[in-house]
Nanobody, 127 residues
């Protein structure tokens, strides 16, 4: 069982940056693939970024590639999402997700591929 707690959301202006954090409970954090998803009002939850459990391979949605960076600190049981050059269309509730590795790469970008979810943190980008 893994519990995930996100933090770092807030209200920023377009072009500014935010860093989200997701703290995980448990001693097996380094064995989990970790990801960020987001959900805007009236829309489905969508994949943002993922990082694998073993070699730390990163995956990104096309809409955030080059602006967002996912990273993890296994010593702190924490995964981060650095978000730069934020746009109003990035406004959403951002969720952290986890699944124990190994996992087929095709599942890492889907909500079905994850077993554990945080409660979410709101990110609002004003124009």
């Amino acid at each position: 069982q893994v519990q995930l707690v996100e933090s770092g959301g807030g209200l920023v202006q377009a072009g500014e940056s935010l860093r989200l954090s997701c703290a995980a409970s448990g001693r097996a954090f380094r064995s989990y693939n970790m990801a960020w998803f987001r959900q805007a009002p009236g829309k489905e939850r969508e994949f943002v970024a993922a990082i694998t459990w073993n070699i730390g391979r990163e995956y990104y949605a096309d809409s955030v590639k080059g602006r967002f960076t996912i990273s993890r600190d296994n010593a702190k049981n924490t995964v981060y999402l650095q978000m730069n050059s934020l746009k109003p269309e990035d406004t959403a509730v951002y969720y952290c997700a986890a699944v124990m590795g190994p996992t087929p790469a095709s599942r890492l970008t889907t909500t079905r591929g994850y077993d554990y979810w945080g409660q979410g943190t709101q990110v609002t980008v004003s124009s």
